[in-house]
């Protein structure tokens, strides 16, 4: 009993009454109407992006390409020409060196299949003599023709598959080729009626925000339009070079490959270089391997040339960015847009770093041993030069 509480008796001696149940809180009812209304919007603008998102991305590099071409129809414009045929010229000029390249590119391609398929007997009988030469096998080349061109053998199996997807490989072809036209048609309005669309989206914001948009507007412009010239530029560069030198040296289609080095080097991030450089190597390893090595020496040569001498110059007021965070920028563009990412990587990373410079507020670092820059080090005849000597003179 004396575990037990007493309990306060209301007047008569009855127990008071139940206190009456809480109430919910009015804003609860509110607060899961908004979760839920937040929560269906989520999912629809997530539908939308699923459903959207070739559009978007081809808007995407529309912007960039205007971003480019807009500072040469600027150019134009200043000089007299209207604003719509400035930006037909500048279409038309990269349309013509697009298409010089694939042509270049081509012709090298269709050459080089033509002449393997008309030697294949010889380099199979090459592969042939080294495999029983150095395995110990007896391989016979008709043996070896007759095994690959039987009625189930692998050649005449690629043949049927790709004859089964040709249809499927021409309605890829078609919706590439609409792709590249869409792309190419709001590039067009994008850069022809450029100040229209930027009085347009400037009305609906106060002065203030208007011009902040359009210096934002201008830096995009001014890095994108700097990053595609100063490339363009080395690229020609590249492919004078490699032009004369593979005609000095002797390659089979010396233009061509200098075009593909110098394209391919400035416009592919990262990895360019390296393709650049191998696919003439291999070319000239087809006809002599000592023409070869020429071609390796010549690709190295420049590379040293145009990464002490000629790209600091050029793009020392176009595009600043640290190797880490270019090749990082590039995977993670590949990793969200695929091949049109990593190209657009870079001069996307050059406006972000730009804005940030220009939006950022800086301020003055601290002096301390974690900040210090290495100072180079001193010869050991200068640093003893002025200390005093043992003897005191």
């Known amino acids: 009993m004396s575990d037990l509480v007493d309990q306060p008796l209301s007047a008569g001696g009855r127990e008071p009454p139940a206190p009456a149940p809480e109430r919910m809180p009015p804003w609860v009812p509110r607060a899961i109407a908004l979760f839920m209304v937040g929560l269906g919007s989520l999912l629809v603008v997530e539908w939308l992006l699923d459903r959207l998102q070739t559009l978007l ?68 009988q090459n592969v042939a003599d080294f495999v029983n030469d150095h395995f110990g096998a007896n ?29 499927g490989i021409g309605m890829s072809a078609l919706a590439a080729l609409f792709r590249l036209l869409t792309i190419g048609l709001f590039t067009f309005y994008l850069v022809a009626d450029g100040p229209k669309f930027r009085r347009s989206v400037c009305s609906f914001l106060p002065p203030a925000r208007q011009q902040r948009v359009l210096e934002t507007w201008e830096i995009a412009i001014d890095k994108t339009g700097g990053y595609l010239y100063s490339r363009a530029l080395l690229a020609g560069l590249s492919t004078l070079f490699h032009w004369v030198a593979f005609e000095l040296v002797g390659v089979n289609y010396a233009l061509a490959l200098a075009l593909f080095v110098g394209i391919i080097s400035q416009f592919v991030p990262t990895i360019g270089t390296y393709i650049a450089g191998a696919v003439p190597v291999l070319v000239a390893l087809a006809a002599d391997p000592l023409e070869a090595l020429w071609v390796l020496g010549i690709v190295v040569v420049y590379q040293q040339v145009e990464n002490y001498v000629f790209a600091p110059r050029i793009t020392s007021r176009t595009m600043q960015l640290h190797p880490a965070v270019a090749f990082g920028t590039v995977i993670a563009g590949a990793a969200l847009f695929g091949g049109v990412g990593a190209l657009l990587a870079l001069p996307a990373a050059a406006v972000l770093q730009a804005l940030g410079s220009a939006y950022i507020a800086r301020h003055e670092v601290i002096e301390s041993r974690m900040t210090a820059e290495p100072r180079p080090k001193r010869s050991r005849a200068r640093f003893t030069r002025g200390r005093p000597r043992e003897d005191g003179r």
């Open 57 to 124: 991305l081809d808007l995407l590099v529309a912007l960039f390409v205007s971003f480019a071409l807009e500072p040469a129809v600027n150019w134009l414009q200043h000089r007299g020409w209207r604003r719509g045929w400035a930006t037909g010229a500048s279409f038309l000029g990269l349309l013509v060196f697009l298409a010089v390249f694939l042509f270049a590119i081509g012709a090298v391609v269709v050459d080089q299949v033509s002449q393997f398929i008309d030697q294949s007997d010889e380099y199979a």
């Open 139 to 167: 391989i016979s080349v008709d043996q070896l023709r007759e095994e690959l061109t039987r009625e189930d053998g692998p050649v005449r199996g690629f043949a049927t598959r790709l004859a089964g997807n040709a249809l």
